[in-house]
């Protein structure tokens, strides 16, 4: 990344010509050597040119920065604090080392929200609003720190969306009385975070959140492996426990508490106890809990509670292995049946498509691409090819030129900036394109306008089946620039290579809509329909398609990012996901939030697995109710509402077989497992007190082959309907603020 010619910009902050968005550290004095202490330089690098942070600025998409470590050792004696919009970057080939000293004070190596001195408890940033942060490529190493100081912590990690950690290896004292933590996080409404080792320590991860997707990690030595406070749901897809005390320690009862965990292909080695909570269950809700495919070795307790009950046993001196299928504690249903049946036991195991699982049986996990094997030769640049991303010239034949001359041979690198299309552009398979601390590609003009008539922003591969090869898409925002109501933000056509499992995907790479400020769109909606139109459609999945989609976040905003005091704002897209391929297709850490008609939609779609997904409603809703102020358009399979004053779908399948959702998160509208969210009506949160903001949240038709677990909704009065007639009763399903069904399915 060092040798990159680095000539991005950010044209709307109050100096584009000389804001910097690529810092290294070293230009600002640091040194590396692991005897300087190079804190000061470190947070230099941050905090230069007036960028967002330090309590006086909530959020900022103007001043976007990547901070940039080469290969070394950096003393820090104090927190490194990430201001708004920050990607922190190490080399990738050889991942630098923090090296926390052994006087170092403060809550963590890395701050990504400080609270205040003499603030009451107030922050930096509101925990969740506290969106696009990501840290990657990085050792960080606290065991100079003395092992009962819970200084030794790694990186303070209270966020929202658009957020991820990447490729991080946490050193700690394995010492008895160690006190050392790789990630502590106690509120915010994330996220995405994999590929992380952590070695020793009282804990890997600290954990409360309301939702987040953890992919690929390993725990050696540590006391605890993931102690997890509260949540509304959390997946963990490939976990490996090796040599700790605890796998996942668990807090259950009460109304703050651990609602929903799910984990999926885990392995688990010489560990006494794989999963602790803090309360029995008694034999009724209080914590769901799914496992799915955990392999153990020499671990005797697979569940127990902190009284020393033993709920499911692991192995024995006799029988040293154990592989557990499928098992839950919750509340469970199948087919038309709205009774919940508590289940403390094993549960027939869903069905998976081969096309989905690695050559272990396990879902495919691929981490993002970053290309440290390649020369810097083998990437050319937008800007040195025609484009401006000024904001304000029209850059689409300039990329189009550039994608047709070098998709198939080079990876193309969209120096930070706004790049504005006024027409269709075509990314072609084999594409393969990494943005500059999300690089924005926006449609505008007269071409997205009709609703009746919607175009393509961005088409990735050519259309209907004749798209394949490796393409990959990282760190980048697809966008608009309002008004445009006939815009389909992303068709995905592109089909992974035979061969190539996730071999087409996207990766810390978002959707969104801009230009609809709350001046012109209020937050009442007070204001006329047409200047606030962001989109037609979000994101179109083709049916010949295939995608691996990790951290993707397709959000209409509710508030203005730029505006002191984020302003919230009423603006309109009409559909979130569209997702009509044949698969495979893996949703893993993505959310679709506030569009009108519907969040996630499936239609005659194959062989997914979607985990964890997030949604809201729009916060207006059901004023006007939908569609307004769109329609419905059969072209787009736009599902029917349910009957009454109706807001948004947050997912609906319609004709789609071997699907397999791990999690997912529903809510009328919050700030934010699968978790679905429904908290305000009209932008009021007074139905939370009765539960009751939306009447249906989750559709599937009876012909749907589907599997779900770990469902959490909020304030919606049916969690699960079946052809539009609730079925399942939240009132069933209280569990803390949520409300959770562990399992459902089809048939």
Not at 68 to 80: D, E, H, M
Not at 100 to 106: I, M, V
Not at 657 to 662: D, G, Y
């Amino acid at each position: 990344m060092e040798k990159i010619k680095h000539q991005g910009g950010s044209p709307f902050n109050p100096d584009p010509v000389g804001y910097k968005v690529f810092r290294n550290v070293k230009d600002y004095g640091a040194v590396g050597d692991g005897v300087h202490d190079d804190t000061k330089a470190i947070n230099l690098a941050i905090t230069s040119q007036n960028r967002c942070g330090g309590g006086s600025c909530a959020s900022s998409t103007l001043s976007p920065a990547i901070v940039y470590f080469p290969q070394g050792t950096y003393l820090i004696s104090a927190p490194i604090i990430p201001y708004y919009y920050t990607q922190l970057i190490g080399d990738a080939k050889v991942p630098p080392i923090l090296l926390a000293a052994p006087t170092f004070d403060g809550m963590a190596v890395i701050d990504a929200n400080p609270y205040i001195p003499g603030g009451g408890g107030s922050q930096y940033f509101q925990a969740t609003n506290n969106f696009h942060r990501s840290i990657r490529n990085f050792v960080i190493d606290v065991r100079q720190v003395p092992p009962q100081k819970q200084q030794g912590t790694g990186i303070h990690w209270q966020v929202a969306q658009a957020t991820s950690l990447i490729n991080i290896v946490f050193e700690m004292s394995a010492a008895s009385n160690t006190a050392h933590q790789g990630i502590w996080m106690e509120n915010g409404s994330g996220g995405f975070m994999g590929d992380l080792v952590f070695n020793g320590g009282k804990y890997g991860i600290w954990g409360g959140n309301q939702q987040f997707t953890v992919r690929n990690i390993t725990v050696n030595n540590a006391q605890i492996g993931v102690y997890s406070l509260w949540n509304w749901g959390w997946t963990y897809q490939d976990v490996k426990f090796n040599n700790c005390q605890v796998g996942f320690d668990i807090s259950t009862g009460g109304l703050t508490t651990t609602g929903a965990q799910a984990v999926i292909d885990a392995v688990v080695n010489n560990t006494p106890i794989f999963i602790r909570t803090s309360q029995p269950s008694n034999g009724t809700l209080a914590g769901s809990l799914v496992i799915n495919n955990a392999e153990l070795t020499n671990v005797p307790v697979a569940v127990g509670v902190m009284n020393g009950t033993v709920v499911l046993p692991g192995t024995s001196p006799a029988v040293r292995t154990k592989t557990i299928a499928s098992w839950v504690q919750g509340n469970v249903y199948s087919g038309n049946n709205g009774q919940a049946v508590f289940t403390q036991g094993n549960v027939a195991a869903p069905n998976k498509a081969g096309s989905l699982l690695d050559p272990e049986g396990r879902i495919v996990s691929r981490g993002h691409p970053q290309y440290e094997d390649h020369d810097v030769d083998d990437f050319v640049s937008a800007r040195d090819h025609g484009a401006t991303g000024d904001g304000v010239t029209d850059d689409t034949a300039a990329l189009q030129a550039l994608f047709n001359e070098y998709s198939a041979c080079n990876i193309i690198f969209l120096d930070a900036g706004f790049y504005i299309v006024s027409s269709t552009l075509t990314i072609p398979a084999g594409t393969r394109l990494v943005g500059e601390a999300w690089s924005v590609l926006a449609g505008k003009g007269p071409a997205f306008q009709d609703q009746k008539n919607p175009q393509v922003v961005f088409r990735v591969g050519e259309k209907h089946g004749q798209a394949q090869g490796v393409t990959e898409i990282t760190d980048v925002v697809f966008t608009t620039v309002g008004p445009a109501a006939g815009a389909i933000v992303v068709e995905w056509n592109v089909r992974e290579p035979e061969g190539v499992q996730a071999g087409a995907g996207m990766w810390d790479t978002h959707i969104r809509g801009t230009n609809l400020e709350g001046s012109t769109c209020p937050q009442l909606g007070t204001g006329p329909y047409d200047p606030c139109y962001a989109a037609f459609l979000s994101l179109h999945i083709t049916p010949s398609a295939t995608g691996y989609f990790e951290g993707t976040w397709v959000w209409l905003a509710d508030h203005d990012l730029d505006y002191e005091g984020e302003g919230q704002i009423t603006a309109y897209a009409g559909r979130g996901i569209l997702s009509e391929s044949q698969g495979p297709v893996w949703m893993i850490g993505t959310a679709s939030e506030h569009h009108v008609i519907y969040q996630y939609n499936l239609v005659g779609a194959t062989n997914h697995y979607m985990g964890l997904i997030q949604t809201e409603s729009p916060y207006f809703q059901p004023k006007p109710a939908v569609p307004t102020p769109f329609s419905l358009n059969p072209d787009y399979h736009d599902p029917v509402p349910y009957e009454g004053n109706a807001s948004s779908w947050a997912l609906t399948v319609q004709d789609s077989h071997n699907i397999l959702i791990f999690g997912i998160f529903i809510a009328l509208s919050f700030r934010d497992m699968c978790g679905l969210y429904s908290f305000f009506v009209n932008y009021s949160q007074d139905c939370l007190n009765t539960r009751n903001c939306q009447s249906q949240i989750l559709n599937v038709d009876s012909s749907a082959d589907i599997s779900i677990y770990s469902l959490s909704t909020v304030a919606t009065t049916y969690q699960l309907s079946i052809d539009r007639i609730g079925l399942i009763d939240q009132k069933d399903n209280i569990n803390g603020f949520a409300s959770t069904v562990t399992a459902w399915t089809s048939g």
